[in-house]
């Protein structure tokens, strides 16, 4: 289960580029303008420390790219489209089929899924992204994830069976329009992170270190086959 976010050169588009579904399918914007800021500093959770790498989006297109048989890298991705960042999510079943609602130039390629753990939805239109417990109306691209961190200003409390500690993927939308991917990580083992119960209250810990609002906010994916791609991190699968 992966997404991912890249830019520059990218077809029919400017800058920015974010994938979703590494391994299954990817969702690329593209936006003329982009902010990235450094892993911050450690965070405190519990008996474990963590570092976040985060990126603004603005100005975005969306594009989604299915990548169900290829199962490329996001290295090779990354590469043969010319861009500069991303970042993973989405979720995939054993057979290598999304799991969950997928739009892709207005055309739906697969089902929505209900669940309360795929209760998130990241979608674009008109060169606008949105989170949201619905796709909204007619959306151009549209991926089903989840769980859901935040919604309409409210942090989640999440009670995960099996949950584990592993590296964690979000997308959020803050106050004043502005959208972030942030990728929550152990500096001395990139591969591990937060527990899923645990990313609301870490994700609320970062709003408050950078005076953020949060208004939406949801996992995109975790764990070995995520990633995180900037001009200023690199966190591959």
């Keep these: ?29 593209l936006a003329s303008l982009f902010n990235t800021s450094p892993p911050s500093p ?48 989405g979720f995939y079943g054993e057979d290598g089929k999304p799991q969950g609602l997928v739009v892709v130039n207005f055309k739906q390629v697969a089902n929505k899924k209900t669940s309360q753990l795929f209760n998130g939805f990241v979608w674009a239109k008109n060169g606008k992204l949105g989170i949201d417990r619905d796709a909204g109306d007619n959306p151009e691209y549209t991926v089903q994830t989840g769980p859901l961190l935040f ?43 937060p527990k899923l119960a645990d990313l609301p209250g870490e994700l609320a810990q970062v709003a408050k270190e950078k005076g953020w609002e949060v208004e939406w906010a949801t996992n995109l994916d975790g764990g070995s086959a995520s990633s995180f791609y900037s001009p200023d991190i690199t966190l591959s699968e």
């Design 151 to 193: 919604e309409s200003g409210r942090q989640i409390n999440l009670q995960i069976k099996n949950d584990r500690s592993a590296r964690r993927m979000v997308s959020a939308k803050v106050a004043n329009d502005r959208t972030f991917f942030l990728s929550f990580y152990d500096p001395n083992s990139k591969l591990d992170g």
């Design 1 to 29: 289960s992966d997404f991912s976010l890249l830019t520059n050169a990218c077809p029919d588009a400017h800058n920015i580029m974010f994938f979703m579904q590494l391994i299954t399918m990817i969702i690329a914007f």
């Design 42 to 89: 450690l965070l405190n959770s519990g008996e474990r420390r963590y570092s976040v790498a985060t990126y603004e989006v603005t100005s975005a297109n969306l594009v989604l790219i299915p990548n169900y048989l290829e199962k490329k890298s996001s290295k090779k991705l990354i590469e043969e489209n010319g861009c500069t960042a991303g970042i993973n999510g």
